[in-house]
């Protein structure tokens, strides 16, 4: 079956611009998390969801981000007023059992955001 | 805290030589600990986990991996490097199953 898609897939905004990344996780993911790889680093954790709760957003670097998953299935990350210390690859991954479980995160090919 | 530190941003290895990518974690409490692969413009792929039993993990495509609680290590290696193997290798831990934390990677080259 198609495995986590993201889109775009590369996205250049001017700064100060709004930029809403989306995500479709596997059907049936209970689990969802969004994490940012900054240029030469490894993936920082985001937030994640368990269904439509959005149950830990401790790694938000700010209150211009702002992630939902309104009905459980696809989420969106929006990032308000974009600086230029938002670029970054936005990685998504999904999770088919509730989080603490172990189970493998399977991770989309993230969305390269430039901002200029 | 958790962190994961990854020694060696770049390793180079001749086609069937071994492979070793080192990782060192730091947790309070046992770790969950996770290898991961990303190739380019593709997302992270797992190659293998340790959770609990055997501290000896096999993974995908030949490789494993093990841990050591004493010397807090979970270094991944493969006996004979392939060509294929040419990627981005990260190490991840994580206490909760919720949050991981990555190390900064390390670029695996394959030289014919």
């Known amino acids: 079956g198609a495995g986590v898609s993201q889109s775009p897939r590369y996205k250049v905004a001017k700064r100060g611009q709004d930029v809403a990344l989306r995500c479709d996780p596997i059907?049936?993911?209970?689990?969802l998390f969004w994490y940012q790889q900054a240029l030469g680093q490894g993936p920082e954790f985001l937030t994640y969801?368990?269904?439509?709760?959005?149950?830990?957003k401790s790694g938000l670097p700010s209150d211009r981000f702002f992630a939902e998953r309104p009905e459980g299935s696809v989420s969106t990350l929006k990032i308000q007023r974009t600086q230029q210390e938002d670029s970054a690859v936005y990685l998504c991954?999904?999770?088919?059992?509730?989080?603490?479980?172990?189970?493998?995160?399977?991770f989309g090919p993230g969305t390269r955001l430039t901002v200029l | 805290a958790q962190s994961v530190t990854q020694l060696g941003s770049h390793v180079s290895v001749s086609e069937g030589a071994l492979v070793l990518l080192r990782c060192n974690y730091s947790s309070s409490v046992p770790p969950y600990l996770f290898w991961y692969v990303q190739y380019p413009n593709q997302g992270l792929q797992l190659l293998l986990k340790y959770t609990t039993g055997a501290t000896l993990v096999k993974g995908i495509n030949g490789f494993e991996a093990e841990f050591k609680k004493s010397e807090t290590s979970f270094h991944l290696t493969k006996p004979s490097a392939h060509m294929s193997d040419a990627a981005e290798y990260f190490c991840?831990?994580?206490?909760?199953?919720?949050?991981?934390?990555f190390g900064t990677g390390t670029s695996l080259t394959v030289i014919p």
């Open positions: 969801f368990q269904n439509e709760a959005q149950l830990d």
């Open positions: 059907s049936g993911h209970v689990s």
């Open positions: 991840a831990v994580s206490e909760t199953g919720n949050q991981f934390y």
């Open positions: 991954a999904s999770s088919p059992l509730l989080a603490g479980d172990y189970n493998e995160q399977f």
